[in-house]
């Protein structure tokens, strides 16, 4: 070999040693795939909510520190609706908490990326629904995993039982949070039913909760035995641990009010409201919405009607036909007995619902017999529980929002001014995502939701 050909072997291996070489790391090799899981998969919204439920992300990758690890949303479907900035991750532990700020109404599917070290990725899919922006939505939560909200009992350490009117289940829920519920009970085996009740109203008693159907046909006037339903449920503990167990039923109080207003004359047309061909939301229908006792008694409770007004036109009375001894009923073997019954002037409106406090303070959810539950007028009115005494409207419930007003949780001290109450609207009709699907149809029960709202009392 030349010299001049070594010397060029010699510079060529003095560039090469000189060009830099990435380093990696002893322990590369040794980190894994990172690993990521939502706690759901679907997760709804509102415009301009500021409650909205949250979705616990959980990561991890062996080797190395959770706290190293990165999570965000890398990807967004329709960015109208989020944009992957509109999605916040807190917190460095495995444990994440992501929530969303809705953009727009509709679907968009929500990419979230953990990145890990080494740069290691791995991905989920979050599918993600915003409703629209609602009125007071500052003091607004949702409750989810049923759209059908349509009775409520304050459970104690800020939770409440809500029923549905689509099924027999009552659920828990953290009354000041947006979200799933904590529990749920079926009570389809125990009632021995095979369709809904129809909760429509409830009230508790000690550790008696009464729940009851809405004794009317069904929407295509069919007559379903199932909706005749009275009954109750017991509770132990309060809060995130109370529980429920089955107590009582009692089905024949809708033939009890037929038989007592045909021996009084037809007054109020019970059984042509109730015959079978009658839709229940008519003005001259035949439907129970409210539930509360009667004041200082455990023993006699209001039955409050939706349908039929007194008299059955425009400008109407609400109808209470108090039974006397209605805590004897479920579980029992005797028929209800009647009171004198109480028609109230709600500006002809009806009774969505009824609910009082411990010093007989009274609240009346006030609405349309009809069923366009999205624009006719809803309001709260207080009410002392005595006939002699007039009803005085404290609200105008805003209406132009999805969902129709019909439960009142508690009743808070109507002495004092500046009270506030929280009220449930029942969603099931509403086309939440602008796709032409009612709430009550959703295939995803994360996507179904009810809404609850703090309001003011003047």
Do not use: C
């Not at 309060?238 to 007054?267: C, F, H, M, P, V």
């Not at 129970?288 to 349908?307: I, K, M, N, Y």
Request: glycine share 12%; hydrophobic share 40%.
């Amino acid at each position: 070999m030349s010299r001049h050909r070594s010397l060029a072997l010699a510079s060529a291996v003095l560039v090469l040693a000189a060009v830099p070489v990435a380093a990696v790391p002893a322990s590369a090799a040794s980190y894994g795939t990172p690993t990521i899981s939502l706690s759901a998969s679907y997760l709804s919204g509102a415009v301009g909510a500021t409650g909205d439920p949250t979705v616990t992300v959980t990561v991890a990758q062996s080797g190395a520190d959770v706290s190293a690890l990165t999570v965000a949303a890398s990807a967004t479907s329709r960015s109208a609706v989020a944009q992957t900035g509109d999605v916040t991750v807190t917190g460095t532990t495995g444990s994440r908490t992501l929530k969303v700020a809705a953009r727009g109404v509709g679907y968009t599917n929500l990419t979230i990326k953990v990145t890990g070290l080494g740069g290691k990725t791995a991905t989920k899919t979050l599918y993600y629904a915003a409703s629209p922006a609602v009125q007071y939505s500052a003091d607004a939560r949702y409750l989810t995993g049923s759209s059908d909200a349509s009775a409520a009992v304050d459970a104690g350490g800020g939770y409440i039982v809500v029923a549905d009117d689509e099924s027999n289940v009552l659920r828990l829920y953290d009354r000041n949070t947006s979200g799933a519920p904590v529990k749920t009970w079926d009570f389809t085996s125990s009632l021995g039913v095979s369709k809904e009740v129809d909760i429509e109203g409830a009230t508790r008693v000690g550790n008696t909760i009464y729940w009851t159907g809405s004794l009317g046909n069904n929407k295509d006037g069919e007559i379903k035995a199932d909706r005749n339903t009275v009954f109750t449920t017991t509770v132990s503990g309060s809060g995130a641990s109370t529980q429920l167990t089955y107590g009582g039923k009692y089905k024949s109080l809708r033939e009890d009010l037929i038989a007592w207003d045909k021996a009084n004359g037809n007054r109020y047309g019970f059984a042509a409201g109730a015959a079978s061909g009658e839709v229940p939301k008519q003005i001259d229908g035949f439907n129970v919405e409210g539930l509360e006792f009667a004041p200082g008694s455990t023993t006699t409770a209001f039955v409050g009607f939706r349908a039929p007004l007194v008299p059955p036109a425009n400008g109407g009375k609400a109808l209470i036909v108090p039974v006397t001894n209605f805590n004897q009923l479920p579980g029992g073997s005797v028929h209800a007995t009647f009171g004198t019954p109480i028609t109230l002037d709600l500006g002809g409106l009806s009774i969505r619902d009824i609910r009082k406090n411990a010093a007989d303070q009274y609240l009346i959810v006030a609405g349309s017999w009809a069923a366009d539950d999205n624009s006719d007028p809803y309001a709260l009115y207080r009410w002392t529980g005595l006939a002699a005494d007039a009803p005085v409207k404290v609200k105008d419930l805003p209406t132009t929002d999805a969902g129709g007003w019909e439960a009142v949780v508690d009743v808070p001290d109507l002495s004092v001014s500046g009270a506030r109450v929280q009220v449930i609207t029942d969603d099931g009709s509403a086309d939440l995502y602008n796709d032409g699907t009612e709430a009550k149809d959703l295939t995803h029960a994360e996507w179904k939701k009810s809404r609850s709202t703090w309001f003011t009392l003047g």
